[in-house]
């Protein structure tokens, strides 16, 4: 398994700002993941972040609006950028340390409301 | 259609009670499949992963049927810590993790 932190909790912001989620784990993984997760709904992956490579992002996602960092194997961030109030949701790093198709860990989440 | 669909729930069942949780995805090449638990205002947890014997773990046994494409999630002697919102979770080697919508379950006294 994995113990995943991260910051900040949570965050109130006005429109048009930028904000940074930091995703910290444990131990060293090479895959990790960023989903949002908005009211009331299911979990939506935004992007597959691998050190040593540009993220890769999912239909709907784009790294101008999105852009991450993976800077080694135990830290990430992403970046919600010029936000508008449909951006709020949260959002959840996530870390597979088996590998493509095991079990992921989830970090606590970011819930993020812009005004 | 969407990729991962579960009973749409909520489920209000009695405590002691047996529930059994549906869950059909569309993607045959799909090779990986686990039931997730989300409690309000919580990350998603790993239950269990599910394996073509089917497999259990407790009071909880998850079963999948590849020819059906289905996966299914059953609670034994309910009790009132097992409410929460159930994620059916499917994966394909090489690529994502696709998330169901869910199915709530309250467990009343």
């Known amino acids: 398994s994995a113990v995943i932190s991260q910051k900040p909790s949570r965050d109130i912001c006005q429109r048009g700002t930028s904000l940074t989620i930091q995703c910290q784990v444990d131990?060293?993984?090479?895959?990790m993941f960023w989903y949002r997760q908005q009211p009331g709904q299911s979990l939506t992956l935004i992007a597959t972040?691998?050190?040593?490579?540009?993220?890769?992002?999912e239909s709907g996602f784009v790294i101008d609006k999105f852009p991450i960092s993976r800077p080694n194997l135990t830290f990430s961030t992403l970046t919600v950028s010029n936000m508008s109030p449909e951006d709020s949701s949260i959002y959840l790093c996530?870390?597979?340390?088996?590998?493509?198709?095991?079990?992921?860990?989830f970090g606590p989440g970011t819930r993020l409301l812009v005004l | 259609r969407k990729e991962v669909e579960q009973d749409p729930g909520p489920f209000n069942v009695p405590e002691g009670a047996t529930v059994a949780f549906n869950c059909t995805y569309s993607?045959?090449?799909?090779?990986?499949f686990f039931w997730y638990r989300q409690d309000c205002r919580k990350e998603p947890k790993l239950l269990m992963s599910?394996?073509?014997s089917g497999n259990e773990d407790g009071r909880f046994t998850a079963q999948l049927n590849r020819a059906s494409q289905y996966i299914s999630l059953l609670i034994r002697d309910s009790k009132l810590s097992d409410s929460a919102t159930y994620l059916c979770?499917?994966?394909?080697?090489?690529?994502?993790?696709?998330f169901g919508p869910g199915t709530r379950l309250s467990v009343l006294p």
């Open positions: 131990s060293q993984v090479t895959m």
């Open positions: 993607n045959s090449a799909s090779q990986s």
């Open positions: 996530s870390v597979a340390p088996g590998g493509a198709g095991e079990t992921q860990y």
């Open positions: 599910v394996y073509s």
């Open positions: 972040a691998n050190q040593g490579s540009e993220a890769t992002y």
């Open positions: 979770v499917v994966n394909d080697y090489g690529q994502n993790f696709v």
